[in-house]
Every structure is written in C-alpha cells, then in structure tokens.
C-alpha cells in the first residue's frame, strides 16, 4: 500500500539554527500538509498546498516558516531560525482530494528536538 | 468555530472486550466528514475510520465501528474484541467539506490500555 515517507525521522537541532523537514507524499495525491503535535498535546494544523500554493496556514504558521515542493515528488518545511519551543513531532500527510471525505494519509512523522 | 472534544484522557479494557472512546464535535457547517487516528506509542498516526455528514449509516471497518448521532453532534469510536495491540492514543478529528485547505481538526485523544 502507498505511504507518506518522512526524512530523517529524528532531527537534533541547535536553537538558531535552520532545519529542513522532508517528506514524500503518496505519488497520485494533489494536496499536502503539515501538522505538529507537541509531546503530550493534541495535533495540530500548520499549513496545506495545493498547485505549488499555500492554501490555508494557521497562526503558528509565521514567518519562520516556509513549505516548498522542489520537484515532482518532494514536499518539504523549513524552519528558518529554530526556537526552543519548536521542539515537537511534525507530520507530513497527503490527500487525494480536499472534500470532507478524502482521508489525508499520514507519515511516520519527524521528531525535531531543539537543544 | 469548529471544535473536537475528547473528554476521556485514559480508557482501560480487558482483552476481547468492547471498548467506546466518545468523541463531539461543533460545526456551523452542514457538509463535513469525521475521522478517526490511531497513534501507538511509535509515533505514526494511522487512519482508521471515515463517517460523512450525510451517511445514513455508522460506519463500520472490520473490528471498529463509528456510533454517529448527527442530532447530539457525536461521532464515538467502537472497538470491539479488544487486542493488546489496540493500545494506543486514539485521536477523532474533522474535516469541512468546503473549507479551503481540507486541513484536519484534531480533538485532545484518548489513550487506550487493553489489559489481558
């Protein structure tokens, strides 16, 4: 069965620094997103894109942040300048449509500990 | 503003037993669909199960079933025949039809413990 590849799946990072979280989704699925769930706490939503574009972002989605799909199968998210409370799991999922009953399909997530 | 509620923190079942994990959600929106995730202690998030708006019926996906009241604005994930490999966290979440991105509304989760 396809599935949503996420790189690397630990990221040790110094506070400042910029962090590139990779990942690969599902390879017949136009819509991609990024959530983060801090340990503990429940998921949440960062950003989704479509057609090389942003869709929607929610307000922890700031300037530091930033989505980019290089090429044809690659999805990534950038941290510009890591702060301590970045530090959380970060999934990558893909969907075949953005209609209510299209299940977004999740990576294995990246845990990104910033030191 | 739409809104997952997951009122149970922590559940215990005994292996081969039922289990409910309850689940309500508040939208404006008429057209909408409800998900539910697993996430083990590994990390991944795992879907297992999909209830429409407009589905007259619950839901069923071999030992889980969604007990969807549209009028109590409820969508509650039944497992039945408890495995030890059922425990897990157990997130319910929503999705708009029309919203623009498709983005996931996630509730706080339930973790499960199947005792044997």
């Known amino acids: 069965e396809p599935e949503v590849t996420q790189t690397p799946s630990h990221q040790v990072t110094q506070m400042g620094q910029e962090v590139i979280l990779r990942c690969v989704p599902i390879?017949?699925?136009?819509?991609f997103y990024w959530y983060r769930q801090i340990l503990g706490q429940k998921v949440e939503f960062l950003v989704s894109?479509?057609?090389?574009?942003?869709?929607?972002k929610s307000e922890i989605f700031d300037d530091q942040f930033s989505v980019e799909r290089p090429d044809g199968s690659n999805f990534t998210l950038k941290i510009r300048s890591t702060k301590l409370e970045d530090s959380a799991m970060y999934f990558c999922?893909?969907?075949?449509?953005?209609?209510?009953?299209?299940?977004?399909?999740f990576g294995d997530g990246t845990r990104l500990s910033i030191l | 503003a739409q809104k997952i509620t997951q009122t149970q923190p922590g559940m215990f079942v005994q292996e081969k037993e039922a289990v409910t994990l309850d689940c309500t959600y508040d939208?404006?929106?008429?057209?909408?669909?409800l998900f539910w995730y697993k996430q083990p202690s590994s990390g991944e998030m795992i879907f297992l199960i999909y209830?429409?708006?407009?589905?007259?019926q619950n839901a069923t996906e071999g030992r889980y079933s969604l007990n969807f009241q549209k009028a109590r604005k409820s969508a509650n994930l039944v497992i039945s025949a408890s495995q030890l490999g059922d425990s897990a966290m157990y997130f319910c979440?929503?999705?708009?039809?029309?919203?623009?991105?498709?983005?996931?509304?996630f509730g706080q989760g339930t973790e499960l413990s199947v005792k044997p």
């Open positions: 939208t404006s929106d008429p057209s909408y669909g």
């Open positions: 894109f479509y057609n090389n574009e942003i869709s929607e």
């Open positions: 390879s017949n699925h136009l819509y």
């Open positions: 999922a893909s969907s075949g449509g953005q209609s209510s009953n299209q299940p977004q399909h």
């Open positions: 209830q429409g708006s407009y589905d007259q």
């Open positions: 979440a929503m999705r708009q039809m029309y919203n623009q991105g498709g983005k996931l509304i």
